[in-house]
């Protein structure tokens, strides 16, 4: 599904990803990690068509996604923290709006919020919403138009132990449907429930990529031991 291959990204002198490969397979849950300035939001970026690289290639469903930016995002799906959603417009006003951006008709939105859970707040404010509400929301918002990837960026920050264990649940479900999904996180458990495989970078370079068991079994006792153990010994 998606492809870097020898990627180099710079920014003037700085150097945001050093010869990057990376492959993630169709329908697989893959988490990357990496403390802040990784080079985590530049890869999305490269994915996106948002940023070109400095070297090498990206490849996503085969397509260069630099070239090919406006198809590779309607194959896309994203959910940000804080949900991007308009506060002043009902949940369902905000999902009709997003079906109108990708082309998708109504019943889409009211489709998406009833696969989520969430029908039931559909004339509610966003901005009346609670964290999980609005957490599972946006991932309405951002599958309604059926992406190929869904690209997760700390999706149960701030959220309940019930509240993210609800989302997780639809993220699972949404896997169990064929959904790619790069999911980006600093919770270890969250990573470890979730992802098939992670990546883990620091300054740019790739420490390793593995599934979490075996992570555990070479570098700690837990995910969080073998993300230190990692990350020190690279700096």
């Known amino acids: 599904m998606i492809l870097l291959s020898g990627v180099t990204k710079c920014y003037g002198s700085i150097t ?14 893959f988490g990357l990690l990496g403390p802040n300035g990784a080079g985590k939001t530049t890869t ?36 940000l923290d804080g949900g991007l959603l ?27 919020l009833e696969q989520m859970g969430v029908a039931d707040l559909q004339d509610r404010l966003a901005g009346q919403l609670s964290k999980g509400q609005r957490q599972r929301v946006a991932l309405a918002r951002a599958v309604l138009h059926g992406p190929r990837l ?3 960026d700390e999706p149960t920050s701030g959220l309940d132990p019930m509240a993210a264990d609800e989302l997780h649940g639809l993220i699972r479900h949404l896997r169990s ?12 458990a ?14 740019g370079r790739m420490l390793a990529c593995e599934t979490p068991a075996r992570l555990k079994e070479q570098h700690g006792p837990s995910l969080t031991d073998a993300f230190i153990q990692l990350t020190r010994g690279a700096r």
């Open 150 to 152: 869904l690209y997760l």
């Open 44 to 79: 999305l970026r490269l994915v996106a068509g948002l940023a070109r690289p400095t070297r090498g290639r990206v490849r996503v469903a085969g397509l260069d996604p630099w070239q090919n930016a406006q198809t590779i995002r309607r194959q896309m799906g994203v959910v």
């Open 177 to 188: 449907k064929g959904v790619t999904i790069l999911l980006s996180s600093h919770d270890m």
């Open 16 to 29: 945001a990803l050093a010869d990057l490969n990376l492959e993630i397979r169709a329908g697989e849950t």
């Open 86 to 112: 308009y506060d002043g417009l009902t949940v369902l006003e905000n999902l009709l709006l997003f079906a109108g951006l990708f082309g998708a008709p109504p019943s889409a939105a009211r489709e998406a």
């Open 190 to 203: 969250e990573v470890e429930a979730l992802c098939d495989r992670v990546c883990l970078l620091s300054r």
